[in-house]
């Protein structure tokens, strides 16, 4: 099973990394996607298939990991943000949160923008400085507006780990639903940050906020 999931992720983005023109009509890239969130569901919802619940919760974040290093391949940083060929692709991870070892098993294979990836926890203000993306766990969400108020239009991607946090500012906000893993965009507030988001990831999210999608 574990072969075939990685099997679906790789086609999806495929897929979507294609240049082609996307139809009206839902796009291979995007009945792909529905199968794997499909089988997701089927793995991460029974216990009879898992030894136990906190199992489940594992899976569900090393399935975001993979999702915040393959969007990257959709969204356009400023020109300006990187002053050296050489500087790395910074993610700063503020509060606790299971992603953490994932990000940082992928950071250590995986590049991002042709870049090395580090990884940080946020300690204070001066840990944002040449920060990428931004992921906010969920016990900080509470601490949203303060946290947005530091980062300001600064070309860093938000990732926020809850439903609402793209109407409240975040630029991507993920969550699960119905055993599912789906996500929202916050376009208006990306664009403030001067990230570009192709359409493509567009397209897929469940709900886009703050822009026209076309």
């Not at 499909?38 to 899976?59: E, Q």
């Not at 991870?93 to 590049?111: D, Q, S, V």
């Not at 780990?161 to 109407?167: C, E, I, N, T, V």
Request: some cysteine; glycine content about 6%; charged content about 25%.
């Amino acid at each position: 099973m574990t072969n075939l999931l990685s099997r679906l992720k790789s086609i999806l983005f495929q897929n979507l990394s294609a240049k082609t023109t996307i139809p009206n009509k839902p796009s291979i890239g995007r009945i792909i996607l529905t199968t794997f969130l499909i089988l997701f569901g089927l793995i991460a919802g029974s216990n009879r298939d898992l030894a136990t619940a906190s199992s489940h919760k594992f899976f569900e974040y090393q399935v975001k990991a993979e999702f915040l290093v393959r969007i990257t391949q959709f969204i356009d940083w400023p020109e300006k943000t990187f002053s050296d060929p050489n500087e790395p692709f910074i993610i700063t991870l503020i509060g606790k949160t299971l992603i953490g070892p994932y990000l940082k098993k992928l950071a250590k294979t995986r590049k991002i923008k042709n870049r090395r990836v580090i990884l940080r926890q946020m300690k204070n203000e001066d840990t944002l400085e040449h920060c990428h993306m931004l992921f906010i766990a969920k016990n900080e969400n509470k601490r949203l507006a303060d946290i947005l108020s530091i980062t300001g239009n600064r070309p860093i991607l938000i990732v926020g780990d809850g439903k609402k946090l793209a109407r409240r500012g975040t630029h991507i906000a993920l969550y699960k639903k119905s055993k599912h893993i789906r996500f929202n965009i916050n376009l208006g507030g990306a664009r403030k940050s001067g990230l570009v988001i192709n359409s493509k990831l567009l397209r897929l999210a469940t709900m886009v906020y703050g822009g026209d999608t076309k």
